[in-house]
């Protein structure tokens, strides 16, 4: 099974994603916001719900700006959850990214095994 996912923008760092505020880890406004965005584009693509082991590939647009891809995985994997696999622990094998062409990122989820 493989489904594929098209959202308007790249996640977020996970430096901007949940500062620390006054000694604790907080998520930040920007992270709630593009994380509720992205829900809403990958319910609108109506997700398959896959169970056991899965495999996810993310491209994004790269940013003008210097960025680490790895630091853009965790959002990614964190909006899914829940919607197209149950858990985060069920993704095994990550390969992400920069791709051209793209004006957001795309996500492809596909059973192991």
């Given at each position: 099974?493989?489904?594929?996912?098209?959202?308007?923008?790249?996640?977020?760092?996970?430096?901007?994603?949940?500062?620390?505020?006054?000694?604790?880890?907080?998520?930040?406004?920007?992270?709630?916001?593009?994380?509720?965005?992205?829900?809403?584009?990958?319910?609108?693509?109506?997700?398959?719900?896959?169970?056991?082991?899965?495999?996810?590939?993310i491209e994004m647009k790269?940013?003008?700006?210097?960025?680490?891809?790895?630091?853009?995985?965790?959002?990614?994997?964190?909006?899914?959850?829940?919607?197209?696999?149950?858990?985060?622990?069920?993704?095994?094998?990550?390969?992400?990214?920069?791709?051209?062409?793209?004006?957001?990122?795309?996500?492809?989820?596909?059973?192991?095994?």
């Amino acid at each position: 099974m493989k489904q594929t996912f098209s959202l308007t923008f790249i996640p977020p760092t996970v430096n901007t994603m949940i500062p620390t505020v006054n000694g604790r880890r907080v998520k930040s406004e920007t992270y709630k916001a593009w994380r509720a965005t992205a829900a809403w584009e990958i319910k609108a693509q109506r997700p398959l719900v896959f169970e056991g082991p899965v495999s996810v590939t993310i491209e994004m647009k790269r940013p003008n700006r210097p960025c680490d891809v790895d630091n853009r995985i965790k959002g990614a994997l964190d909006v899914l959850s829940g919607l197209a696999y149950r858990d985060d622990a069920q993704v095994h094998r990550v390969t992400a990214g920069w791709a051209g062409g793209l004006d957001g990122a795309r996500i492809t989820i596909e059973t192991m095994g």
